[in-house]
């Protein structure tokens, strides 16, 4: 819900309950006989680019953008900001940091790649550089561009991977799936794929017993989207051979979960 202010423990993933899980996991093996696989433009902040001094930031007034990261930095390490300072920022720009997808959008284009849940002071400042923003005027004038709607397909693809990434904890590779379901109704919830694919995997998912789901791996994350764009109605899925699919295991129960709920 947008505007709806509350705190987030900075030990854990803003977004879902659980954390993350261990590097490992069952559910990332594909049947023996398959092969690996793993609109328009969003506009600038705040007008025309706003010159500094020049430097290695001189598209942007580098104290204003300085200022805004010494308010959320960690109070331990002054050159990160993780979850609290997140938070923070979201409270200033109105946004609720555990629901608004734009969250999100924001720190991918900042760039925030280096370390899960947490964005460095370089990779703000070089953010605040690349999109001309230094003040919090700024930065909420830029809010409506962080519309997942502006985003041509291959820059989709590069956010989904991301969110991925930046909600797992430390080294670990896979997320808990009830993280995933949140995290799938928050990326997808758009004509990206059907709402029909979507509820119907977020239901195998939130149903299914089997242990080795418990963790979802980035694998079959991105599958999931590259499968239900491939199929997107129970049509389509007439055409799906699981034989000769490279698909991960994980899409192919998911499809006999289908065929079962079809014939009931």
């Known amino acids: 819900m947008p505007g709806k202010k509350r705190k987030a423990d900075s030990s854990s993933s803003m977004w879902g309950s659980s954390t993350s899980s261990s590097s490992s996991s069952p559910s990332s093996s594909r049947r023996s006989n398959k092969q690996s696989s793993s609109s328009r433009r969003g506009g600038g902040g705040g007008g025309g680019a706003h010159q500094g001094n020049g430097g290695a930031y001189p ?112 080294t670990h590779k896979t997320l808990e799936k009830d993280l995933v379901v949140a995290l799938l109704k928050m990326c997808l919830n758009n004509d990206r794929i059907t709402s029909y694919r979507l509820d119907t995997f977020c239901e195998f998912l939130e149903t299914t017993t089997d242990e080795s789901y418990s963790k979802i791996t980035l694998d079959q994350w991105r599958s999931f989207l590259d499968f239900s764009q491939e199929f997107p109605d129970e049509g389509s899925l007439m055409g799906y051979d699981e034989s000769e699919s490279a698909w991960p295991v994980l899409i192919d129960e998911y499809v006999e979960y289908m065929e079962k709920k079809a014939k009931k």
């Open 59 to 170: 598209y942007i007034n580098e104290d204003g953008a300085g200022k805004l990261f010494e308010e959320i930095c960690d109070e331990d390490d002054p050159n990160v900001a993780g979850m609290e300072g997140i938070c923070k920022l979201c409270e200033q720009l109105n946004l609720d940091p555990l629901e608004d997808i734009r969250v999100l959008v924001l720190l991918h284009k900042l760039g925030a790649n280096k370390k899960p849940a947490e964005i460095s002071k370089e990779e703000w400042m070089k953010g605040c550089n690349k999109l001309r923003l230094d003040s919090i005027d700024k930065f909420t004038n830029f809010l409506p561009a962080l519309d997942t709607g502006f985003m041509e397909q291959g820059e989709f693809k590069e956010f989904y991977k991301f969110c991925f990434q930046f909600n797992r904890q430390g």
